[in-house]
C-alpha cells in the first residue's frame, strides 16, 4: 500500500534529532514536493497523538520562528519542548538557528 503525504512527512519528522529543528520547506524540498511546505504545515497541524509520535515542535518556517506555536495546547508548549532540548528561543525565534538546523536532504 502506498503510503500518504502525510505519512511520509511523519517519517521524515521522526527522523529529526533532539536539540535540531528543520523547515516545512525543507521536509517537502526531501519529499520531492518543493512548493508544499504549506501541506507539510498541515501535516503537522494534525500530527498531535500519532503513534509512533511525530516531534512537530522540531519544525519551524525557514527563518527559525515557532508559527506553529498555536496548534499547541498551551501555544507555549512548542517552545518549552525546544528549551528542554538546549534550544535557546527569543520572540519566537530560535537562537542561532543555523547552528541547530537539520537538512533532511541531507540528513537522509
Known amino acids: 500500500m502506498e503510503k500518504t503525504f502525510y505519512e511520509m ?3 521524515v519528522v521522526r527522523l529529526i534529532p533532539a536539540g535540531r529543528v528543520t ?3 525543507a521536509i517537502a524540498k526531501c519529499l520531492g514536493s518543493g512548493g508544499s511546505a504549506r501541506m507539510v504545515g498541515y501535516a503537522m497541524n ?3 497523538g500519532m503513534h509512533p509520535p511525530v516531534p512537530a515542535h522540531r519544525v519551524v518556517n525557514r527563518n527559525g520562528l515557532l508559527t506553529g506555536k ?3 495546547t498551551p501555544p507555549e508548549l512548542m517552545q518549552q519542548l525546544l528549551e528542554n532540548e538546549g534550544l535557546i528561543i527569543v520572540d519566537d525565534k530560535i537562537q ?3 547552528k ?3 537538512d533532511p536532504s541531507v540528513e537522509i
Open 23 to 25: 523547515s516545512y520547506g
Open 70 to 72: 498555536f496548534h499547541f
Open 46 to 48: 494534525n500530527a498531535h
Open 100 to 102: 541547530h538546523y537539520w
Open 96 to 98: 542561532n538557528f543555523n
Open 9 to 11: 512527512v511523519y517519517e
